[in-house]
Each structure stands twice: as structure tokens, then as C-alpha cells.
């Protein structure tokens, strides 16, 4: 995890949220398809209603700071610390 680009962590968390980068789901309408990718802005454009929207859109995600990477490799350190992990040290593993 800690050594994934960015590229590849926002085509990890499309295969978690949608299955795959081709059938994306509209956060606004609801419509599952093949939508207009903007690869320059790394987002959709809905064919149905035109609404653009990224992979992070309407999740924990939408309003970052850090970069998917980051956020990935935290919840992989959370999930595999046998008991638990403190927000310090979290913090210090991450450089953040």
C-alpha cells in the first residue's frame, strides 16, 4: 500500500467502490454506465444527467486533504495493527 502511485490507489478505490473503472455509478442520479471519462480531472461526466463527479464523490473521501495513497495506507495500518493504533502513532508512521 505504501508504495502505490497515485494512478494506481484511485483505480484501487474505483475497483472498491464500483467493481471496476467502466461502470461507474452517478452519485446524483443513481444510473449505472459507461460514463464520460475526463482523464486531464480525473472525473466522470454522466451520460444521463451531466453531472461530472470523481471516484471520491459523495464518500468520507470528497473533501481531502492528504491523497488517496495516504488515506489507503492508514486504513491498511489501522486494520493490521494487532492491538489497535493510536492517532500519534499513526501519525508518525504516515509523515503527516
Known sequence: MAQLSD??????LCQIR?????????PKCGVQHIA???????QWRCKHCNHTF???SGTIFADRKLS??????AIALFVNAAKGLSACQ??????V
Open 7 to 12: 494512478s494506481e490507489a484511485r483505480a484501487l
Open 68 to 73: 488517496i495513497q495516504t488515506y489507503l495506507y
Open 18 to 26: 464500483w467493481g471496476s473503472e467502466e461502470n461507474v455509478v452517478c
Open 54 to 56: 470523481s471516484v471520491t
Open 36 to 42: 464520460y471519462r475526463i482523464a486531464s480531472r480525473n
Open 90 to 95: 499513526l501519525s508518525r508512521d504516515l509523515n
